[in-house]
């Protein structure tokens, strides 16, 4: 792992007025350049050849002579073969020479090796470098064990498929995507089998895979994507916040809500079992009544990662989490870092953002602030690792 002291001692060659925030140009990539953009920060983007156009003409940033905005987000975009080409060291170079602050996204940490994160991109990177390995299932200290130690509610796991016995999830990598799930339901052993005997022939999931699955007994309800913040530098008020809530659209998945059972029964092996690809979000809002209980999961979550991955959480997080008949929450998933769903809070924030600050705050908005309150009372070593 990279020193922290290293990273602080590269933030000294910065300047301090000329910041700019950056990050890999997929994502959540639109929400952070929108907020970096509302609080007056140049944006930076790495793009990947062939699919970087969103960011270097469709979004890109035009303005005057002055400098003042006239349309667009984007204000500068590198593009490389490989996502992963930022990691070369000249590439590092020209993020620290142009006072880049690097956000991690999740397609970040998938492109680029995590080991080479931790211990070789020296760059300042906005967020807790070292919890994002926790995101990477079967880990030996992954979210779940996070989540164990912190005492927080998580769907009971199968070890065996043959203990199988009501509504279970499967989950595993999908074998083509690299950034989707091979998840599939199935209520016995049975069921398991021919689903991911299926499932293996189309190709969807590995044998490899299967056997490394996680299984988890299915939570009945609906799901809810809670877009926390947590601010180290925040001295009177509450420094967790939680800024919005989304839910997701999931390719076939929602195809086959939108059918009646009898029509579901009639599909073809390859369209019978639903693959779970998110494909958008949505916003949400929860009863006021939970709350409260949806604060208690993030303070607790928060003070596991203080005591596990010193120093903690810092910036945007996001849980997971599913709501049963009896309104308990059960986290099923955890992102240290700024969540995929945030894209529904550009521009027009989200409610519950919107209300704490008094304007519209998305979660890109509630960084690129932190940012610049770190910036403004010289305490930005506090918000990188």
């Given at each position: 792992?990279?020193?922290?002291?290293?990273?602080?001692?590269?933030?000294?060659?910065?300047?301090?007025?000329?910041?700019?925030?950056?990050?890999?140009?997929?994502?959540?990539?639109?929400?952070?350049?929108?907020?970096?953009?509302?609080?007056?920060?140049?944006?930076?983007?790495?793009?990947?050849?062939?699919?970087?156009?969103?960011?270097?003409?469709?979004?890109?940033?035009?303005?005057?002579?002055?400098?003042?905005?006239?349309?667009?987000?984007?204000?500068?975009?590198?593009?490389?073969?490989?996502?992963?080409?930022?990691?070369?060291?000249?590439?590092?170079?020209?993020?620290r020479d142009n006072s880049v602050l690097f956000v991690p996204n999740r397609s970040f940490t998938s492109y680029c090796s995590i080991d080479s994160i931790e211990n070789d991109f020296a760059v300042p990177m906005v967020g807790s470098r070292n919890l994002l390995r926790s995101e990477e299932r079967g880990g030996e200290e992954d979210y779940y064990w996070l989540l164990e130690k912190a005492g927080l509610p998580y769907p009971e796991r199968i070890d065996d498929p043959e203990d199988i016995d009501e509504l279970v999830m499967?989950?595993?990598?999908?074998?083509?995507?690299?950034?989707?799930?091979?998840?599939?339901?199935?209520?016995?052993?049975?069921e398991y089998l021919e689903k991911s005997k299926s499932l293996i022939r189309q190709g969807v999931i590995t044998?490899?895979?299967?056997?490394?699955?996680?299984?988890?007994?299915?939570v009945v309800g609906p799901v809810f994507n809670l877009d926390f913040f947590y601010s180290p530098i925040e001295d009177t008020m509450s420094k967790t916040e939680l800024i919005g809530i989304d839910w997701r659209f999931e390719t076939s998945l929602d195809g086959h809500v939108r059918l009646p059972a009898p029509q579901q029964m009639?599909?073809?092996?390859?369209?019978?079992?639903?693959e779970y690809t998110v494909c958008g979000h949505n916003?949400?809002?929860?009863?006021?009544?939970?709350?409260?209980?949806?604060?208690?999961?993030?303070?607790?979550?928060?003070?596991?990662?203080?005591?596990?991955?010193?120093?903690?959480?810092?910036?945007?997080?996001?849980?997971?989490?599913?709501?049963?008949?009896?309104?308990?929450?059960?986290?099923y998933d955890v992102a240290p870092r700024i969540g995929g769903g945030t894209n529904v809070h550009v521009s027009v924030g989200h409610p519950y953002g919107n209300a704490l600050w008094r304007r519209n705050?998305?979660?890109?908005?509630?960084?690129?602030?932190?940012?610049?309150?770190?910036?403004?009372?010289?305490?930005?070593?506090?918000?990188v690792t």
């Open positions: 792992m990279i020193d922290r002291n290293e990273i602080t001692a590269i933030l000294d060659e910065y300047e301090d007025d000329n910041v700019k925030i950056g990050l890999v140009g997929s994502h959540s990539a639109l929400d952070v350049c929108d907020g970096a953009i509302e609080e007056g920060f140049r944006t930076h983007l790495v793009c990947q050849a062939g699919r970087e156009r969103t960011y270097t003409e469709y979004f890109r940033a035009e303005r005057d002579p002055s400098g003042n905005l006239l349309r667009g987000i984007v204000d500068a975009a590198v593009v490389y073969s490989r996502f992963d080409e930022v990691l070369h060291p000249e590439n590092q170079q020209y993020l499967v989950k595993l990598p999908h074998a083509v995507k690299k950034l989707e799930r091979g998840f599939f339901t199935a209520s016995d052993y049975n044998e490899d895979a299967l056997s490394a699955a996680r299984i988890e007994r299915y009639t599909l073809a092996e390859h369209q019978l079992v639903p916003s949400a809002t929860l009863r006021e009544s939970l709350l409260e209980d949806a604060f208690e999961l993030a303070e607790k979550y928060v003070k596991a990662t203080q005591k596990h991955y010193s120093p903690g959480i810092i910036g945007p997080f996001c849980l997971q989490t599913c709501v049963d008949k009896d309104l308990n929450f059960y986290i705050m998305s979660t890109g908005r509630r960084l690129a602030m932190e940012v610049r309150r770190a910036v403004d009372a010289g305490r930005v070593a506090e918000i």
